[in-house]
């Protein structure tokens, strides 16, 4: 089958403007030094989704872009924090009567605690850990 100019041209826009759509419905929530975000970015690309990439060590979600991830990944807030990290222990998170709001602080002030990556599609998100995990969002509307 051989294709016109026109037809080639038709289907570069489509495929640009499904790009477009695709991220806007996909994010990407991560750093750059992390090898398990590097790897379910590739994974998405891999499966032709172009997500949103956010840097979070860069861009720092708010308190309430936080508790919207929250409801998204149906999870507990101490679900979403990295243990491993120096600064759990330093800042005192495992102290069990610390407050919601002063752990939402700490988290807005300290995003590396963040576990990552987050891959978030419309209303659900996942913590993709195998990194494999981030693709159970694709085809899922």
Not at 16 to 27: C, E, G
Not at 33 to 60: G, H
Not at 114 to 127: C, E, F, N, S, Y
Request: charged content about 35%.
């Amino acid at each position: 089958m051989t294709w016109s100019v026109t037809e080639k041209a038709t289907w570069n826009v489509t495929k640009q403007v499904a790009k477009k759509v695709t991220k806007k419905v996909f994010a990407s929530i991560t750093t750059r030094k992390c090898s398990k975000s590097r790897a379910a970015l590739a994974l998405l690309e891999e499966n032709d989704v172009d997500p949103q990439i956010i840097y979070y060590m860069e861009t720092p979600p708010s308190i309430d872009e936080i508790k919207s991830l929250l409801a998204k990944l149906d999870l507990k807030l101490l679900d979403i924090i990295r243990r491993s990290e120096d600064d759990f222990d330093e800042l005192g998170l495992d102290d069990e009567t610390l407050s919601e709001e002063i752990i939402l602080d700490l988290l807005q002030k300290h995003p590396q605690l963040l576990q990552r990556p987050i891959v978030v599609k419309g209303d659900k998100a996942i913590i993709a850990r195998p990194p494999e995990d981030g693709l159970t969002l694709i085809g899922d509307d």
